[in-house]
């Protein structure tokens, strides 16, 4: 099965994000879901070409990988209602998983991503110890080629000024220990989801961040 993107799916994306509010969405919530269901097919697909080198995947429901559209808005200064995008985890902390891969789809700023986000910190302190015990194989999987072609590096969102209390100043992998997210992230244009090839080519990318998971979740096993 070949599976692209909508361009009605992203359309209605561009539309929610001029008209977020209730009556608009309620009035048009037949566009929603042709365009939820749109992103449901492609995620199945998606989750197939993964699996071909991660079988762990097949583990994930593609329906229930789709984060909610509506926000909570209850404890949030921002009321509007409803995301203008879709999220997909396959992994990333869902089904009991450690590590994983992410689908952002928003007009103009979607994005492929990895690894382990917002971790407790309980995982985030086996992870740094991981690094501190094994920094070479983890310095390794950053300099393989296909993984610097496809990503700038980790994402320092989120980075602590000092070295956290648990680990020496000096420790050759001082930098990599400030982290609180493990994450790469690959941005992609809108037409990218139009590709009858789409599923393969994200595939290919999501590969690259094999190596990466499958260290993060070496404590864990």
């Given at each position: 099965?070949?599976?692209?993107?909508?361009?009605?799916?992203?359309?209605?994306?561009?539309?929610?994000?001029?008209?977020?509010?209730?009556?608009?969405?309620?009035?048009?919530?037949?566009?929603?879901?042709?365009?939820k269901?749109?992103?449901?097919?492609?995620?199945?697909?998606?989750?197939?070409?993964i699996?071909?080198?991660?079988?762990?995947?097949?583990?994930?429901?593609?329906?229930?990988?789709?984060?909610?559209?509506?926000?909570?808005?209850?404890?949030s200064?921002?009321?509007?209602?409803?995301?203008t995008h879709?999220?997909?985890?396959?992994?990333?902390?869902?089904?009991?998983?450690i590590?994983?891969?992410?689908?952002?789809?928003?007009?103009?700023?979607?994005f492929?991503?990895?690894?382990?986000?917002?971790?407790e910190?309980?995982?985030?302190?086996?992870?740094?110890?991981?690094?501190?015990?094994?920094?070479?194989?983890?310095?390794?999987?950053?300099?393989?080629?296909?993984?610097?072609?496809?990503f700038?590096?980790?994402?320092?969102?989120?980075?602590?000024k000092?070295?956290?209390?648990?680990?020496?100043?000096?420790?050759?992998?001082?930098?990599?220990?400030?982290?609180?997210n493990?994450?790469?992230?690959?941005?992609?244009?809108?037409?990218?989801?139009?590709?009858?090839?789409?599923?393969?080519n994200?595939?290919?990318?999501?590969?690259?961040?094999?190596?990466?998971?499958?260290?993060l979740?070496?404590?864990?096993?």
């Amino acid at each position: 099965m070949k599976a692209s993107i909508k361009a009605s799916t992203l359309q209605f994306l561009k539309s929610l994000q001029k008209n977020n509010n209730r009556d608009w969405f309620n009035e048009n919530k037949k566009f929603y879901l042709e365009a939820k269901e749109d992103v449901e097919i492609f995620i199945e697909d998606l989750i197939s070409e993964i699996a071909k080198f991660d079988e762990e995947i097949l583990k994930i429901d593609p329906k229930k990988a789709l984060f909610r559209i509506y926000r909570d808005i209850r404890f949030s200064k921002d009321k509007l209602p409803y995301k203008t995008h879709f999220g997909a985890s396959l992994g990333m902390g869902k089904g009991n998983k450690i590590s994983g891969y992410y689908l952002h789809i928003e007009a103009g700023k979607s994005f492929l991503a990895g690894g382990v986000y917002q971790p407790e910190s309980s995982v985030l302190k086996e992870i740094r110890k991981e690094i501190t015990a094994n920094g070479e194989d983890f310095l390794k999987i950053l300099d393989q080629k296909d993984f610097r072609n496809n990503f700038r590096g980790l994402s320092v969102e989120g980075k602590l000024k000092r070295v956290p209390n648990d680990f020496e100043k000096d420790n050759p992998m001082a930098e990599f220990l400030k982290l609180k997210n493990f994450v790469v992230i690959h941005p992609i244009s809108d037409e990218t989801f139009f590709d009858e090839t789409a599923t393969k080519n994200f595939a290919k990318i999501y590969k690259s961040i094999k190596p990466l998971n499958d260290f993060l979740k070496r404590p864990f096993l």
